[in-house]
T-cell receptor
Framework: NAGVMQNPRHLVRRRGQEARLRCSPM?????VYWYRQLPEEGLKFMVY????????ESGMPKERFSAEFPKEGPSILRIQQVVRGDSAAYFC??????????FGEGSRLTVL | TQLLEQSPQFLSIQEGENLTVYCNSS?????LQWYRQEPGEGPVLLVT?????EVKKLKRLTFQFGDARKDSSLHITAAQPGDTGLYLC???????????FGTGTRLKVLA
């Protein structure tokens, strides 16, 4: 049973470009979370999704950031017109109904 | 806004020593989890506590949920170098599964 798969593991973008981060949850998990982590810090909640629905996006910046979890395919976190401050590790977690979070290995975004 | 403060922020101890890490909030949580994260990897769940006053043990690790469900502690007995890592608490409240993470405690155990 494969764990949570995130790709790419590392992504380099120049300022103004777009970053797309993908997350395939564990089999049977219908809940997906995205968190952002800066070096030497904890995880900051961004968004919580169920299939085709955004449940809570209170942690996501209103501009340039969007997330989706389509009926088919992975969840995608999209960052448009990236800036240097977007450089961070982005972690995806999936969960069954019980709420236990299973994390992927993260996608590390570097904005030049 | 729910906030979880962890203390200490950093801890460096010798192998064999005991330690306690604290996770505090002014908010009530329906459940609280502890995770350990190693460099370059995602956090890994250690335990979930849901009942006020609950104590759970995982080998040398003892987890306690406060009676009022606002705080928790993690006690490690006879720490080993393999315990080195970032320890994170995470709480969910209000009948949701939106987990808010604490500020983290970075533990280093020296051989």
């Amino acid at each position: 049973n494969a764990g949570v798969m995130q790709n790419p593991r590392h992504l380099v973008r120049r300022r103004g470009q777009e970053a797309r981060l993908r997350c395939s949850p564990m089999k049977g998990h219908s809940h997906v979370y995205w968190y952002r982590q800066l070096p030497e810090e904890g995880l900051k909640f961004m968004v919580y999704l169920q299939k085709e629905n955004i449940i809570d996006e209170s942690g996501m910046p209103k501009e340039r950031f969007s997330a989706e979890f389509p009926k088919e395919g992975p969840s995608i976190l999209r960052i448009q017109q990236v800036v240097r401050g977007d450089s961070a590790a982005y972690f995806c977690a999936s969960s069954p109904v019980t709420g236990e979070l299973f994390f992927g290995e993260g996608s590390r975004l570097t904005v030049l | 806004t729910q906030l979880l403060e962890q203390s200490p922020q950093f801890l460096s101890i010798q192998e064999g020593e005991n330690l306690t890490v604290y996770c505090n909030s002014s908010s009530v949580f329906s459940s609280l989890q502890w995770y350990r994260q190693e460099p370059g990897e995602g956090p890994v769940l250690l335990v979930t506590v849901v009942t006020g006053g609950e104590v759970k043990k995982l080998k040398r690790l003892t987890f306690q949920f406060g009676d009022a469900r606002k705080d928790s502690s993690l006690h490690i007995t006879a720490a080993q170098p393999g315990d080195t890592g970032l320890y994170l608490c995470a709480g969910a409240g209000g009948g949701t599964y939106k987990y808010i993470f604490g500020t983290g405690t970075r533990l280093k155990v020296l051989a």
